[in-house]
């Protein structure tokens, strides 16, 4: 059993492990290590179109990030406050939300925005008075609001958890002692959630900044940093591709484990 679970993390981390060693490779062949060498970094961070690609990724990230925390945030404390057989649909609705495949949700997501456009444009159309009417198409706004929307179920259900660890004698505590509703959210609740707000933030910002299968669905003309890894990989994989991935890889699991970091402060106790 000990050797299957050995072989097991060894198939699953293996593969990582040598894209790592690969990426400090001083020769130009991906597969063949002549000397180590942090050349390919340097090529890479000086390549405009993927440093124009990882802006793009940063950008989208962080906002659709926001957008989740905030939304997320909202929804977890509105279900708190319904009864137990409500919470528990829309809980099922956020946990399905999660485990959908990518691949349906980038489809599903395509579909129901080209239909959006379908309707939206013609109506600007009609209402713009010259012959140039705004038009909305697939690009910034499209990966946004995908990543927001698929990321918003993640940050409801941990806020959610957080919440129901939260001790309610202390909101009742507050309420005794007339103090507003605002100023209970504000000075006893945020403060009790906040780590895990800033976990789902983080979490957020990972999974959108990592998704190459939503993001080439619904992302028109703009090129994320996944894409244009997939699209290098198209031509063979070199050094540069180790690099790009060395640094994204990285950065993820920074932002996991601040991520977890932040959910294991200031537990509320029960």
């Known amino acids: 059993m000990r050797a299957f679970v050995v ?28 000397g180590f060498s942090v050349q390919w970094y340097g090529k890479a961070l000086s390549n405009p179109f993927l440093v124009e690609a990882l802006k ?29 057989r409500t919470r528990a649909v829309f809980d099922a609705l956020l946990g399905a939300a999660i485990v959908v495949p990518g691949v349906v949700i980038g489809i599903s997501t395509l579909v ?3 239909q959006l456009f379908g309707v939206v444009n013609p109506f600007l159309a009609s209402l713009w008075p ?12 499209s990966i946004i609001a995908a990543h927001g929307l698929f990321s918003m179920a993640l940050v409801a259900m941990i806020v959610g958890t957080r919440l129901g660890s ?10 005794d002692l007339y103090a507003t509703p605002l100023t209970t959210f504000r000075s006893i609740v ?8 800033i976990a789902g933030f983080l979490l957020a910002f990972t999974f959108s900044f990592d998704d190459f ?14 894409i244009y890894v997939f699209a290098s990989i198209r031509r063979g994989v070199t050094p540069e591709i180790n690099a ?23 537990k509320p106790s029960n």
């Open 213 to 226: 299968i939503v993001a080439f669905f619904v992302a028109g003309a703009q090129t994320t940093l996944p």
């Open 166 to 175: 939260l001790d309610r004698n202390l909101v009742e505590a507050s309420s």
């Open 190 to 197: 945020l403060p009790q959630i906040m780590p895990a707000v």
């Open 56 to 84: 793009n990724s940063l950008f989208i990230a962080t906002t659709s990030a926001l957008l989740a925390a905030l939304c997320g945030t909202a929804a977890a404390l509105g279900l708190a406050r319904v009864g137990a």
């Open 130 to 141: 010259n012959d140039q009417p705004p038009r909305l198409a697939l690009g910034y706004g």
């Open 112 to 114: 129901a925005l080209v």
């Open 7 to 34: 072989a097991v993390f060894a198939f699953l981390y293996l593969p990582i492990a040598l894209v790592v060693l690969f990426s400090f490779n001083a020769g130009r062949h991906a597969s063949e290590l002549t």
């Open 244 to 266: 790009i991935a060395t640094i994204v890889l990285v950065a993820s699991v920074l932002l996991v484990v601040l991520a977890q970091w932040q959910l294991r402060q200031r």
